[in-house]
């Protein structure tokens, strides 16, 4: 019992961080059109600018996430006027190489500064716990999930109740009307990827804590986004949670229950993809 | 204020579609810009309202050059577009893609801006909460006008409003147009529907091959014998 109740725990706690990855993700597919690549690569920045402010000016992780999601909100935005916007209306394919290209890049540019290592954010209340009952969980893992909610809850918040969100979800809908009703579409696709890098990076805050700092950190949170953003329908935010329920919980249960499952763990975001587009094939007409 | 054209060029890629459009349209009048499928009327409104960017020649408001001006900063100038296929959000209610029409001004008039497109829309007011996408073809035209007119434009250019309708329907449709222009608004009206739009227009300009061939008063081209015999069937 106690075991099924840590395993549940373990998935939900994880859940709040990938739907925070996923849900930026799921900006730049549903509002920008942009399948984004190079996503997690925006993580791996922002676990890095947590590293280097620890290391170099003993800055706790925490105060770093403000910093963080400025530092990679304007990423964003460069990124947005540099490479995305002009090819807005290439075809598809050439967009997906493009942002292939740049996450490629990124990690060889990381690769040069930093090296392959892995480097750790150690701070005092790493290792702490907190047990309750039987279960017990970290207090990072915890701390991450709790900022997760609350900044998920902030997003739809924001796309929900504001003017600005609303055009951000009007523009999502329909490419050509908001700029004939006075809506600048460009100042919402900058926005939008620049909230969407955000995201990342606060995330990547989190992983330095949690796991680690490195050139490849991201790349696997890349994975899970799409398979996140596949199974909530492409460019569905509100499915997003949901769905980052599903994978989180996926992962925690194969990894508690099934043998030798830590290995496995990292395979899960595929059979779930392949659940996901299957079952929405048979659902077509 | 008043819309002026002169002497437009413009085309997509080397595709040359307007060969040099000129025409006018000042608030408080209904001009119809007619003309056969490619003729390039859609491709005027375009231009116009700065979708595409011509090639030659110049769009005006109040004698002010709209060159170099985003299609954002023209609407809210007050020239409204409702384009080719309604262009809704079909995720959103009708009350919801109301308001968006009006997402650039001081939210403060939205509520008795609301009453206003609800009164020349009866049926819109009906709908209010519906999902945009789940209304008929006819709701949707008229939640495009409206959507178009919460922004309080001053000229309004409206694409083919009767495509698809019935026409009962086509007729209503024209026929609140003609009161939005009773309201002082400018209309400019594009329609492949020649007979009904000279019923409720009071100039019109002929369209064909990217020219204008042929203007004047809606009773002028009614009476004319080259629009009747290619246009009214007579």
Not at chain 2, 118 to 140: H, K
Not at chain 2, 154 to 167: A, F, N, Q, T
Request: glycine share 12%; charged share 10%.
């Amino acid at each position: 019992m106690d075991l099924l109740l840590q395993t549940l725990i373990n998935g939900i706690l994880a859940a709040g961080i990938y739907a925070l990855v996923a849900s930026g993700l799921a900006l730049a597919v549903g509002v920008v059109g942009i399948v984004n690549f190079a996503h997690g690569e925006f993580s791996m920045i922002g676990a890095f600018v947590s590293y280097l402010l620890f290391v170099g000016a003993g800055i706790d992780p925490i105060l770093s996430l403000g910093l963080a999601a400025i530092v990679l909100f304007l990423v964003g935005a460069i990124t947005y006027y540099g490479l995305i916007r002009p090819v807005l209306a290439a075809p598809e394919l050439n967009q997906m190489l493009l942002t292939f290209g740049l996450s490629v890049a990124l990690q060889n540019i990381a690769l040069l500064m930093f090296g392959a290592d892995t480097r750790v954010v150690s701070t005092s209340y790493q290792g702490a716990t907190i047990t309750l009952g039987g279960v017990s969980f970290g207090v990072p893992p915890f701390a991450a999930f709790v900022l997760s909610v609350g900044l998920l809850g902030a997003l739809y918040w924001f796309l929900g109740k504001t003017r600005l969100g609303f055009a951000v979800r009007a523009v999502a809908q329909n490419r050509l009307a908001p700029g004939l009703l006075g809506i600048e579409t460009q100042q919402i696709y900058l926005l939008a990827f620049g909230l969407s890098a955000a995201l990342a990076g606060i995330a990547g805050v989190m992983l330095s804590v949690m796991l680690y700092a490195s050139p490849t950190v991201g790349f696997a949170y890349t994975l899970k986004a799409f398979a996140i953003i596949v199974m909530a329908g492409l460019g569905n935010l509100r499915g997003v949670v949901p769905a980052a329920i599903v994978l989180a919980l996926a992962e925690a249960f194969v990894s508690t229950y099934v043998p030798g499952g830590g290995g496995w763990v990292e395979a899960v975001f595929f059979l779930v993809i392949f659940v996901a587009l299957t079952w929405r094939s048979w659902r077509l007409p | 204020m008043k819309l002026a054209v002169t002497d437009l060029t413009a085309g997509y890629g080397k595709a040359q579609v307007l060969f040099g459009i000129s025409l006018e349209v000042a608030q408080g009048e209904l001009v119809a810009l007619l003309g056969a499928n490619g003729a390039g009327k859609t491709t005027t409104l375009r231009t116009i309202s700065g979708l595409i960017r011509p090639w030659a020649g110049s769009v005006a408001l109040d004698g002010h050059s709209l060159l170099g001006i985003s299609a954002a900063r023209r609407a809210q100038m007050g020239l409204g577009h409702v384009p080719e296929g309604r262009q809704l959000f079909p995720l959103m209610s009708v009350e919801e893609n109301l308001l968006l029409g009006a997402a650039f001004l001081a939210w403060a008039g939205k509520s008795e801006q609301l009453e206003r497109i609800y009164a020349l829309f009866p049926r819109l007011a009906e709908r209010r909460w519906q999902m945009a996408g789940t209304l008929s073809g006819g709701e949707q035209q008229m939640l495009a006008i409206g959507r178009a007119l919460m922004g309080r434009p001053r000229i309004l250019m409206v694409d083919e409003p009767s495509l698809g309708l019935s026409p009962k329907l086509a007729e209503e449709v024209l026929t609140t147009l003609a009161q939005v222009k009773g309201e002082g608004v400018g209309v400019l009206l594009v329609e492949q529907n020649v007979a009904l739009s000279l019923e409720v227009a009071d100039r019109g300009y002929v369209v064909e091959h990217g020219r204008v061939v042929l203007q004047g008063s809606a009773r002028e081209l009614s009476s004319n014998e080259g629009v009747q015999k290619a246009y009214l069937a007579l």
